[in-house]
């Protein structure tokens, strides 16, 4: 079966605009969580989606934000870019909420680039 | 809160030998489950292994076990048998029961020596 799928892969964007990132999960899984890696923060959780809901947020500032769609997709939304934002979005999808004890299923990413 | 400490930026093998990685955390919880991920050049993230926190039997998938000590809240990774294709990050992950948000150690870059 597909897998969890994020496009763009990669992104540029200026400073001052926003951006709209997709990730599609596995056929079936209902939650989605977005992380956002650095080489100075590591893997940082932003937030997670269930049945178009956001379960649970990480300590991100109200630029980030996201939804969900009746069919599980997941967009995320940065507005106002700084170049800080700059980092590699990670989508993990998993079955249920809360219940992913066999782990994410992780997309390959979309590199974002502010300048 | 929850923090997940990987104290070994960088480690090296010999190709068919042995490597342990290093990971601990930090938890007030008894239920909770850890894993250990694998991010290759190409960016996925791939899960290694999980360990459910209330299970004593180490977990072992293949090459790949963990040593699981809950009162130390040490959960290290043992690859045996190291192969070219296991060169790559290695992030420690735990995450608490009924809750997504998985807490992500700052990883460990593999080096794998022909």
């Known amino acids: 079966k597909a897998g969890v799928t994020q496009t763009p892969r990669y992104l540029i964007k200026t400073r001052g605009q926003q951006v709209t990132l997709s990730c599609s999960p596995i056929s079936g899984h209902r939650s989605v969580s977005w992380y956002q890696q650095t080489p100075g923060q590591g893997l940082q959780f932003l937030f997670e989606?269930?049945?178009?809901?956001?379960?649970n947020k990480g300590n991100f500032p109200g630029r980030f934000s996201g939804r969900q769609f009746s069919n599980s997709r997941s967009e995320m939304n940065v507005s106002t870019l700084e170049l800080g934002d700059s980092a590699l979005y990670l989508c993990a999808s998993s079955l249920l909420s809360g219940t992913a004890n066999y782990g994410y299923t992780f997309g390959s990413g979309t590199r974002l680039t502010v300048v | 809160a929850q923090t997940v400490t990987q104290s070994q930026p960088e480690m090296s093998v010999q190709e068919a030998e042995t490597v342990t990685l290093s990971c601990t955390y930090d938890?007030?919880?008894?239920?909770?489950?850890l894993f250990w991920y694998k991010q290759p050049p190409s960016r996925q993230m791939i899960l290694v292994i999980r360990q459910e926190a209330y299970k004593q039997q180490n977990a072992t998938e293949n090459r790949f076990s963990v040593n699981f000590q809950k009162a130390a809240k040490s959960f290290s990774l043992k690859i045996s048998d190291s192969q070219l294709g296991d060169a790559a990050m290695y992030f420690c992950a735990y995450r608490s029961a009924g809750n997504n948000d998985m807490r992500f150690g700052a990883g460990t870059r593999l080096t794998v020596k022909p």
């Open positions: 938890t007030s919880e008894s239920d909770y489950y």
């Open positions: 989606y269930f049945s178009e809901t956001q379960r």
